[in-house]
């Protein structure tokens, strides 16, 4: 962690042309000093919305070879045409005991999308994949680019959303404080971003479809060991990884009393779907302050972000570990989620059922 | 901690005549459970401002005649002609080693605070008064009913400019989450509260005067332990004071770093000038959100959350330990600032030099 040390060199985490006059960040832009530096992602101005497709798989069984099927048959959809700007794979094993992999794809046009979707998402998960032995979800989010924000420790390599960016900010003001995510988000200058309702479920046939209320809160954030060094990824794996995995243990198995719906803690692969050494949660929450109030408060965020300051401040501007997030709040016409033949603890079945 | 059950019952910690349609606290009025109770004094409607006056006396020896003798001259002050509705009386002993006693008044009426003031009070810190060997400060802030809030674990009895008010509220919503205290103050509804400029000192003769920018922000934040049994006195006295002490002693020490201008950490005295089980640290910050950021990030006041969290579960509904916060954020017109004998490192005359 290097010191920021040039008042003037930062900008805001919101882009020049979707800033507010009337904006009130917490900190009076051009007042506050950030202890490190962080960056956004930046999108080209006429990126109306960014399309994020979650699509999984689920078996029982990670060998069953149904499963690389579907993968490779996944990947060819991927990059055939209308492809996403952007797509990455991991995986995570469910609380049943069930493989999950994951294809998250990021279109910056909606239109292109949509032409993807009908010719190879739809059937992703549809009733004719019902009782082929595997589960398949499509968990599909269209935020408006005032809906959603991103933060990275390093602007020199992208993952999630920003590989479907322009480019990425240069040193921003709204981090490393409580508060920081909610002005990191366009929307919140205008909004305070409230929540309505329950997530509903509504089925046909074998495919279930849940739609979430207005307003709830995605968050994917990850970490990258690749560039670690032997003694750096030690102690990440010794002292960070302990504390982030009971978190995320919490969230899955507890999260719901706290407005988590669901939580994923996956392992990105690479090309051949090896796991590499980049990780990542994601959760669904009720709202932004839902999701606020555990990373300020709870005791198992409170350790993850304690052990993990202790990990930046002990190595200093030699760490090599890389950290991002993405949050979006999407409302409740930019959403649909669908599932086929998975299990009722699979994402949003849960929160609906 | 009783647990809060009913949710018809929570109120805001904003009065209703000052509540702004278009307010938007972090969780949506109606929806948000704080795990146990806490209430904010209410002031009759015609209190436009409340005046605090903070009216020290600095003395190197404790048991100079002099300091008691002033003491007793105050007191008379206080009890005379546009007295006011509520005071009392607190001591510390400075980093310096210089024991200060502060008597605090609160007066709910303007024009009864300036005909106490020109009778009383103007002379308590004056040109005169220098060269008698003491110290003598008034540290006066009139913040208007929108730029303070209050918040009390019991409703049962007063403290501080509580004692000047009319009643207290039924349970509120805005507490026990970060961020609370800006949900809680009436003029955060609508304004960012930033601060803006560098206190400023002005010197005339003897008499030192500092003027603190715009949106300078006070809190004075106690327990009271009067009702504890012995158990949960020592278990305070050995979990928590400790660490309430050490953050205490930072923010005096090395506060200016985070915004800090000052700290004092008192005890409260009873009539006859002599130390209580009840206690206040109050601090003068650069604005709201520097003591925010304090408060929810910095090591030395998460600790102190922690040990006051545990204590207080650890208790539970028999808990007998009291506490209360007032958080005001006078304008740059609502404060005056007057030191006279005083050593350079008093008050605000530290953060001014």
Redesign the interface.
């Known amino acids: 962690m290097s010191t920021v040390s040039d008042f003037a060199a930062l900008e805001s985490s919101i882009a020049p042309y979707l800033l507010r006059p009337d904006r009130?960040?917490?900190?009076?832009p051009g007042?506050?000093q950030p202890p490190y530096p962080s960056f956004s992602a930046r999108f080209d101005e006429r990126v109306g919305a960014v399309v994020m497709a979650y699509l999984g798989v689920q078996a029982r069984d990670p060998a069953d070879p149904a499963l690389s099927r579907s993968l490779d048959d996944l990947r060819r959809r991927l990059a055939g045409e209308h492809a996403p700007d952007y797509w990455d794979r991991a995986s995570y094993v469910d609380a049943a005991g069930f493989t999950n992999v994951i294809s998250i794809a990021y279109w910056t046009d909606k239109a292109e999308f949509s032409a993807w979707f009908a010719a190879d998402g739809e059937s992703w998960a549809c009733a004719e994949r019902a009782g082929d032995g595997l589960g398949y979800f499509a968990e599909l989010v269209w935020p408006t680019i005032e809906r959603f924000e991103t933060i990275f420790s390093a602007n020199d390599r992208v993952e999630g959303v920003a590989g479907a960016s322009q480019s990425m900010s240069g040193m921003i003001e709204e981090h490393a404080?409580?508060?920081s995510m909610r002005d990191r988000l366009p929307l919140a200058q205008t909004?305070?971003l409230?929540?309505s309702g329950a997530p509903k479920l509504v089925a046909e046939g074998p495919v279930r479809t849940v739609v979430l209320p207005q307003n709830a809160c995605l968050i994917r954030s990850g970490q990258d060991l690749t560039d670690c060094g032997e003694v750096e990824r030690d102690a990440y794996l010794g002292e960070v990884e302990p504390s982030l995995r009971a978190g995320m243990d919490f969230l899955r198995d507890a999260g719901r009393a706290i407005g988590c719906f669901d939580n994923r803690y996956l392992t990105v692969l690479d090309d051949n779907d090896q796991p590499t050494q980049r990780t990542f949660g994601m959760s669904w929450w009720r709202d932004l302050?839902a999701l606020?109030?555990w990373a300020?408060?709870h005791p198992t965020h409170?350790k993850i972000f304690g052990v993990a300051m202790r990990h930046l401040s002990s190595f200093g501007p030699d760490t090599r570990l890389r950290l991002y997030h993405e949050v979006s709040v999407p409302s409740a016409v930019e959403q649909r989620f669908v599932y086929v033949g998975c299990h009722d603890a699979t994402g949003m079945l849960r929160a609906a059922l």
């Open positions: 009130t960040p917490k900190h009076q007042t506050y404080y409580w508060g909004a305070p409230y929540s302050a606020e109030d300020a408060s409170v």
